[in-house]
Nanobody, 127 residues
Framework: QVQVVESGGGLVQAGGSLRLSCAAS????????MGWFRQAPGVEREFVAAISRSGGSIYYVDSVKGRFTISRDNAKNTVYLQMNSLKPEDTAVYYC????????????????????WGQGTQVTVSS
């Protein structure tokens, strides 16, 4: 069992930056692959970024490559999403997700693969 809580969302103008944090508790954080997803009104939840247990394998959706950076600090039980050069189309509720695994492979890219989810944090980018 693990609980995850997102924070750091807010309102920012286009071109600005935000840093999202996802704090986990309940189990050994290093045993979880972590992912970020987002959902805007009227669309399906979209994969954004994922990071493996050790941070050695990272994936991004094409639309955020070069702008977003996912990282993790296992000592702090926290995963981050640094978002730069934000665009209005980045506006969404951002969710942190965790998948328990003892493997060493990449983190899943599908929302269906994740076991635990945070409550979401709103990111709004104005033009």
């Amino acid at each position: 069992q693990v609980q995850v809580v997102e924070s750091g969302g807010g309102l920012v103008q286009a071109g600005g930056s935000l840093r999202l944090s996802c704090a986990a508790s309940g189990r050994t954080f290093s045993n979880y692959a972590m992912g970020w997803f987002r959902q805007a009104p009227g669309v399906e939840r979209e994969f954004v970024a994922a990071i493996s247990r050790s941070g050695g394998s990272i994936y991004y959706v094409d639309s955020v490559k070069g702008r977003f950076t996912i990282s993790r600090d296992n000592a702090k039980n926290t995963v981050y999403l640094q978002m730069n050069s934000l665009k209005p189309e980045d506006t969404a509720v951002y969710y942190c997700a965790a998948k328990f695994t003892l493997g060493t492979g990449r983190a899943p890219l599908s929302a269906d693969e994740y076991n635990y989810w945070g409550q979401g944090t709103q990111v709004t980018v104005s033009s």
